[in-house]
């Protein structure tokens, strides 16, 4: 990869990421103004919108600590823990949110006294994914010191130039265990329970002949419950389909064993970058 497109990369990315936290943060700053805060629905959103702030803050840095502190400093495998860990914390998170939507809305379980459950989990499971690679070493230059993350490829410890293209198996490995399988996984099984629960719904709406049938003050304050929370299911499915170009260029690199094209690769560090400013944009709208 040349300089130039690097550069562009890094710019492309950095620029991404920074819109990212401004839109998480003024939608944070707005919920916090208006109170909004006190309702178990929009504490879900903060929860959400604050994942996504911290995806945002640690893409920042994975893009820009190389060009300011070289490939093998300390910070750049310290982003690229924090990329890791963060991305993790969005994705656990959606995943205990769905859980939450599905119960509501299929079984009428209103779930709100696990909130603390969903937050603890979301924040230290993903610790669990994001410790092994820097017990294997494995943290540092990305796609050829583009970015910080889990490396593809060795690195010579004193420029920090590639050994002779060679590829980093442990790596490789590392990427597809800890992110790339079981968040595909995931998503995936996020996405079909959106897909389901929206079935469920459009069927009860053509049984009753109204999004829910209300007879008494329980279904009335369910009902308004769910149309507060309905907006959060496009998340998984969001999140799904944006993660699909980074697996695209990870399954590319490993069968091509080259640097993909840099239409895919532009690609990649558009999703990577904004998938985080769905739930920020979401809050605001």
Not at 223 to 230: D, I, S
Request: proline share 4%; charged share 10%.
């Amino acid at each position: 990869m040349d300089r130039g497109f690097r550069d562009r990369i890094q710019l492309i990315g950095g620029t991404l990421a920074a819109i990212s936290i401004a839109l998480c943060a003024s939608s944070i700053i707005c919920l916090v103004l208006l109170r909004l805060y006190t309702k178990s629905s929009y504490r879900l959103a903060l929860y959400q919108v604050s994942s996504s702030l911290l995806v945002g803050v640690a893409s920042l840095g994975a893009f820009y600590s190389l060009p300011m502190s070289g490939s093998n400093s300390t910070t750049c495998m310290a982003f690229a823990f924090l990329a890791q860990y963060t991305v993790w914390v969005q994705i656990v998170f959606t995943a205990c949110l769905t859980s939450h939507l599905f119960c509501l809305s299929v079984f009428y379980k209103n779930l709100a006294k696990c909130e603390p459950t969903y937050v603890l989990f979301s924040l230290l499971v993903p610790l669990s994914l994001a410790i092994v690679p820097f017990i294997t070493k494995s943290y540092g230059p990305y796609m050829y010191d583009a970015w910080c993350w889990i490396q593809s490829y060795s690195y010579n410890s004193t420029n920090g130039t590639i050994m002779d293209h060679e590829r980093n198996f442990i790596g490789e490995m590392e990427q597809m265990v800890l992110l790339f399988g079981p968040a595909f996984t995931i998503l995936l099984a996020c996405s079909g329970g959106v897909i389901v629960m929206g079935i469920i719904l459009a069927c009860r709406a053509f049984k009753n002949g109204a999004a829910l049938a209300v007879t008494n003050s329980g279904q009335q304050h369910h009902q308004q419950l769910l149309k507060q929370l309905l907006p959060l299911i496009i998340y998984p499915i969001i999140f799904f389909l944006y993660f699909l170009t980074p697996f695209a260029l990870h399954l590319y690199m490993i069968r091509e064993d080259n640097v993909p094209p840099e239409s895919l690769t532009y690609a990649v560090v558009f999703f990577i970058t904004s998938w985080s400013m769905a739930p920020g944009v979401g809050l605001l709208v």
